[in-house]
């Protein structure tokens, strides 16, 4: 009617349209999208490969600087270590050299010999390094005239007291097979000799030989008694 004509001429009633038709797709359309997205995640994928290339590379050069500088560290260390055993050596050299000397200036020459008592107390074992770390040897009197004079030496540091001090002799490596300590044989002897106490009387438990300072006369004893000892030392003056 002409009414409802006039509400539709003026607008107040919407007119209805059709949806429009959603346009076909395009296959060819569907595939170049996808290519360019792999391709563009390829690229991707490249610039990271080629930053860890380059990270990778980088930290090669560090390593090989790092592994440089060790190796020069290294060899620093040996030269230092070198250095340490040097000057330690020359220690040990100075250390005997003046352990020689005090032993000829505060001992008592004998021939081509000095002695000197050092009145601390040592095992047999101790007083032989202590000895050697002077630059000497444990005292070894070889015949009557050395053995007399050691023990006037001796009598003369300790008196009025008595006291025994270690020799460089013993049996340790033969029961009865008294041996100086260079390895050689004793062939004299100075054995206290008396009805009470008749030396050598340890046998196998005592191997070690001690001289009394009252009248040099010589003892066996247990190895690891601490005592005073005895060394002797070059006397290059002599000599």
């Not at 990270?55 to 620093?76: A, F, P």
Request: hydrophobic share 30%; aromatic share 10%; charged share 30%.
């Amino acid at each position: 009617d002409l009414q409802s004509e006039v509400k539709k001429a003026r607008g107040d009633v919407p007119d209805i349209h059709p949806e429009p038709e959603p346009e076909p797709t395009n296959p060819v359309s569907d595939f170049e999208n996808s290519y360019n997205y792999v391709l563009s995640r390829l690229a991707g994928m490249d610039q990271a490969i080629h930053k860890l290339n380059v990270g990778h590379y980088t930290l090669d050069v560090k390593v090989s600087q790092l592994v440089d500088r060790l190796s020069r560290l290294d060899s620093k260390v040996g030269e230092l270590e070198d250095n340490i055993r040097e000057v330690h050596q020359h220690s040990k050299d100075n250390r005997k050299e003046m352990g020689r000397l005090e032993g000829c200036q505060k001992g008592r020459r004998v021939g081509y010999k000095c002695y000197l008592v050092y009145n601390n107390y040592e095992d047999y074992a101790g007083a032989s390094r202590k000895c050697m770390e002077r630059g000497g040897r444990m005292a070894m009197p070889r015949d009557r005239k050395e053995q007399e004079a050691l023990a006037d030496y001796v009598k003369a540091f300790f008196h009025p007291g008595n006291w025994p001090v270690w020799l460089g002799v013993n049996d340790l490596r033969s029961e009865g097979m008294y041996l100086f300590e260079d390895g050689t044989r004793v062939s004299y002897f100075q054995w206290r000799k008396h009805f009470l106490s008749s030396q050598p009387d340890g046998g196998r438990r005592e191997n070690c030989v001690a001289m009394s300072s009252d009248d040099g006369d010589w003892w066996d004893h247990y190895c690891d008694r601490t005592m005073n000892y005895l060394c002797e030392f070059d006397d290059r003056e002599a000599l």
